[in-house]
């Protein structure tokens, strides 16, 4: 039972989707041993200890932050946004690559994306609680978030439902939700054969559990395949709107840097931009410290590449469009704001961030820089960079300067705003590790369709 398409893969791209040599049974004891491994590798073990100890610094700020309010930021008047607001746009971003790769990819048959689909859907879901955790510190009395929801309150005090901070919270909650969904149906064949195959009784009863009953059955792979398709549809609009909805936080302001149309295709192009680079920052040490080479392949790193060249483009249109537009429209202030943003107080961070997300990147027009892994690495990373700074752009920049001279003013993060940004990368990060550990990087099944019939055996029982 397939959960794609059955027509053969395209030979245009360069190299297999898989390497050689591989059957169903080799497939399923090469994924399933990093998970069933009695011991970790040291360099997990150190790399977890690392990201634990972030985890630490970030609930010390938390703890501090709750203590003391949000004073202990930088934010002041008028820079009422900070690094809470870059931050959560930043990871919100991050997120788009998951759902993009397995949802969109899945409905349009690319079976290129089977090798990296399980890797990036978690990656998703721990980006998705990072950004959550923002918004919720920023509104100073945390305890009092459930406000946002339309709960039955007895003072019939409801949410402004024309506020694009209530879109935002719908709308980034429904496409956790659906994410989780997506990630779990696809796990549950994988978690069945991790059941199978552990000797641990502890791991075949949290796997048996976790897997529902699955037995591989034709009814159990049509109800999957169903529900995947689904999944994916419902996803795939929500990849579009999450972003685009955030966006509205800043477009439906008169803030010159914020009062912008373009803001809608603008933010979702570079979510799925920085979404990518993340996922090869992420892919490329996994794959050579698990020795995946076979499964994550040449092709992959590849068309992985080409998404961000296509998308770094419709990024750098952007910037174009946003520059001639103020130009164009002969209004002072957002003359001043593109003129502030270049050669203002701020200058250095707009050269850095042009250099990061448009000039570098360029480099991806060459094949020969697209399959080389150190530098599709490096670029990857100068994007992450590029579009965090972008962020802090939209909000800092735009907003240290307003109409009036009398509110004008400098933002300076205090060491509390980075330990609780480095915090969030930590929780990131012990997030992956855990799932690096516990389940398939690799989705078992999907890899296993794509091996011949012919060149392949089923071992006895196997799904």
Aim: aromatic share 16%.
């Amino acid at each position: 039972m397939t959960n794609g398409s059955s027509a053969p893969p395209d030979v245009t791209q360069p190299g297999p989707i898989i390497g050689p040599g591989y059957n169903y049974a080799t497939v399923t004891d090469k994924i399933s041993a990093i998970v069933l491994t009695s011991r970790p590798p040291k360099w997990w073990i150190f790399g977890f200890a690392g990201a634990f100890v972030l985890v630490m610094l970030l609930l010390v700020s938390v703890t501090y932050l709750f203590a003391e309010g949000i004073g202990i930021w930088g934010v002041n008047i008028p820079i009422g946004w900070g690094f809470a607001i870059v931050n959560f746009v930043w990871w919100i971003g991050i997120g788009h690559a998951g759902t993009l790769i397995s949802a969109i990819l899945l409905l349009l048959r690319q079976q290129w994306r089977t090798s990296i689909n399980r890797f990036a859907e978690a990656m998703t879901l721990f980006a998705v609680s990072c950004a959550g955790l923002y918004p919720i510190l920023h509104l100073g009395r945390p305890w009092l978030a459930y406000w946002l929801f339309p709960y039955p309150d007895t003072m019939k005090m409801w949410p402004q439902f024309r506020s694009p901070l209530i879109w935002d919270c719908f709308a980034v909650s429904t496409y956790a939700t659906v994410s989780l969904l997506f990630w779990y149906v696809g796990l549950v064949p994988d978690l069945a054969t991790l059941r199978d195959r552990a000797r641990n009784r502890a791991a075949k009863i949290i796997y048996g559990i976790l897997s529902m009953g699955w037995r591989g059955s034709a009814v159990h792979w049509y109800r999957h395949e169903t529900a995947s398709l689904l999944l994916a549809g419902l996803a795939t609009p929500l990849v579009v709107s999450v972003h685009t909805i955030v966006s509205f936080d800043f477009a439906y302001g008169l803030v010159p840097g914020w009062h912008s149309t373009i803001f809608p295709p603008y933010f979702v192009a570079g979510a799925i931009y920085q979404g990518f680079a993340m996922v090869l920052t992420l892919a490329i040490p996994v794959r050579k410290l698990f020795h995946l080479e076979d499964f994550i392949t040449a092709r992959h790193l590849d068309n992985m590449g080409k998404v961000m060249l296509a998308t770094g483009l419709i990024v750098a249109y952007g910037y174009m469009t946003e520059t001639f537009m103020a130009w164009y429209s002969v209004d002072t202030f957002e003359r001043y704001m593109m003129w502030n943003r270049m050669f203002g107080p701020y200058g250095p961070v707009y050269a850095v961030l042009i250099l990061c997300n448009i000039l570098i990147p360029q480099l991806l027009w060459s094949r020969k820089i697209r399959l080389h892994v150190a530098a599709l690495f490096s670029i990857a990373m100068a994007v992450n960079i590029g579009m965090w700074l972008e962020r802090f752009v939209i909000v800092v920049v735009s907003l240290h300067r307003d109409f009036m001279p009398s509110a004008w003013g400098m933002y300076y993060p205090t060491r509390w705003d980075y330990f609780t940004f480095f915090g969030s990368i930590g929780l990131f990060l012990s997030l992956l590790f855990l799932f690096l550990r516990f389940l398939p990087l690799i989705s078992i099944f999907e890899m296993r369709e794509l091996v011949s019939p012919q060149a392949s055996t089923r071992s006895e029982g196997e799904a």
